[in-house]
């Protein structure tokens, strides 16, 4: 790819990356995370905080890579942080939780303590879902705003992201969903269609606070990011509020870990025509979000997620597939998944593949969260609207549908990314 470009459009593309947006180098953009005390978050603050100051690289930020240091994107120095969250630990004891993991390094948390007390004082009470859920550290703030009317909740959060945008001075708002993981929903009627949503909204029924955030951020004109399993903005009366309001989004829950690996391994077997026959997943994981999954009604979509990715690639009723999650809270921020697939070659030979797969959650996510970030500012920059098809290899279950073989989705967002820049579709 790089051959075919002239001398002078990679020294333009240089240009563009060394000075971010080159369009617009002036421009101000707030990143603004619901769960923004949690542990994602917190490596969001601090990892943005250090590639700000130069700190350190750029490792696992995809954007930061061919083509994409290319495309005009907003450089580290744009971005702003605010956000929500239910509780009110202290901002310090979330980082203190990722130094002991061996996540953050002191230095860097000592060289980012202006930053992180500014983020601290930018931060406001989010939404319940209910007036209360028992936690011990839960803001009194967001309890309150539990028990208000889905309307009025909306009307809080909006006010809060109007708020951060106009003290800030920023030019755009891109929310990013990055809290817990709320209990499964079946689906409610009211969900295919904004004018049914908006009834029920009237009609004071309980939505989840996904759909909330993700309502109150397209009525405040800001992009969206769902890297949860939460419904979100994944029913058709918010899709349609997007397309409504012009507003580029994405999601369903990000894929970071087994799930990322087993859509690299399944097409593997599907194109050397291997069968198999059962594929074994075991999680176990130490953080907060374990212990959310620990409650079996919050871990149903995460398995459902992780499940169908599978089942999708390899297309066979008979095979027998099973995802466990455990929590074991000694790990902290490290997961271990281990997973077994027993498959069949020519002559009905039996034989196993095996991996283990031992990694940081946070260290993981925090780089997307960025990039994601990054895209949909793009996206709504060049006034895109609507579900961003190009970012399914972020997911483990893309808003838009399509294959979950890993290198088919990331050759769509080469393809677009290449596309703005007028080279060869593809890699
Ligand atoms: N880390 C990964 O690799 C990964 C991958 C895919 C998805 N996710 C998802 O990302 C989310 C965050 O993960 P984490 O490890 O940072 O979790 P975490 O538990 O450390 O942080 C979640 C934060 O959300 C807050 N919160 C809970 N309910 C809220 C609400 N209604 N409004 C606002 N804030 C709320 C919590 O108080 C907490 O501070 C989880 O849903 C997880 O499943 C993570």
């Avoid at 923004?36 to 250090?50: F, H, K, N, P």
């Avoid at 590639?51 to 971005?79: C, K």
């Avoid at 007390?117 to 309150?144: F, H, K, M, Q, T």
């Amino acid at each position: 790819m790089a051959k075919n470009r002239t001398g002078e459009t990679a020294r333009k593309e240089r240009a563009a990356k060394d000075h971010g947006d080159a369009t617009n180098p002036g421009r101000r953009v707030g990143l603004w995370l619901v769960g923004a005390r949690g542990a994602i978050s917190t490596c969001v603050v601090y990892g943005l905080a250090g590639l700000q100051q130069g700190l350190h690289g750029s490792v696992g930020v995809v954007t930061e890579q061919e083509p994409f240091d290319s495309l005009p994107l907003a450089n580290w120095s744009q971005w702003v942080l605010g956000g929500h969250d239910v509780c009110v630990r202290d901002f310090g004891s979330s980082a203190a939780e990722l130094v002991r993991s061996g996540i953050l390094s002191p230095e860097l948390v000592a060289a980012a303590t202006g930053q992180a007390a500014a983020y601290e004082s930018r931060l406001r009470a989010g939404i319940l879902d209910g007036p209360d859920v028992g936690l011990s550290d839960l803001n009194p703030e967001s309890a309150r705003r539990g028990g208000l009317s889905p309307r009025d909740q909306i009307a809080a959060l909006r006010s809060d992201l109007e708020q951060f945008k106009q003290a800030n001075e920023l030019d755009r708002v891109i929310v990013v969903n990055v809290s817990s993981t709320e209990a499964a929903r079946s689906p409610q009627p009211e969900w295919e269609s904004l004018q049914a949503f908006e009834q029920a909204l009237d009609d004071e029924r309980p939505q989840p606070p996904s759909c909330l955030y993700a309502y109150a951020a397209f009525e405040s004109g800001a992009g969206l990011v769902n890297f949860t399993p939460n419904v979100g903005a994944s029913l058709p009366a918010l899709r349609e509020l997007a397309q409504k309001r012009g507003l580029p989004h994405c999601g369903n829950d990000g894929k970071t870990g087994e799930t990322l690996i087993k859509t690299v391994l399944a097409p593997l077997f599907k194109s050397r025509a291997l069968r198999v026959l059962s594929w074994q997943g075991y999680n176990i994981l130490g953080n907060r979000d374990g212990q959310a999954l620990a409650d079996p009604i919050r871990r149903e979509a995460k398995v459902r997620n992780k499940d169908e990715a599978l089942r999708s690639i390899l297309d066979d009723d008979r095979m027998h597939t099973h995802v466990g999650i455990d929590y074991v809270p000694s790990l902290g921020d490290w997961k271990t998944a281990w997973d077994f697939v027993h498959f069949e070659g020519f002559l009905g030979a039996r034989m196993n593949l095996q991996f283990t797969w031992q990694g940081s959650d946070s260290a993981l996510a925090a780089p997307l969260i960025l990039d994601l970030a990054r895209l949909v500012d793009f996206a709504a920059e060049r006034g895109e609207a609507g579900v961003m098809e190009h970012t399914a290899a972020f997911f483990k279950s893309p808003l838009a549908g399509g294959t979950h073989d890993f290198h088919a989705q990331q050759d769509r967002l080469l393809a677009y990314a290449n596309r703005f820049l007028g080279r060869g579709e593809g890699r």
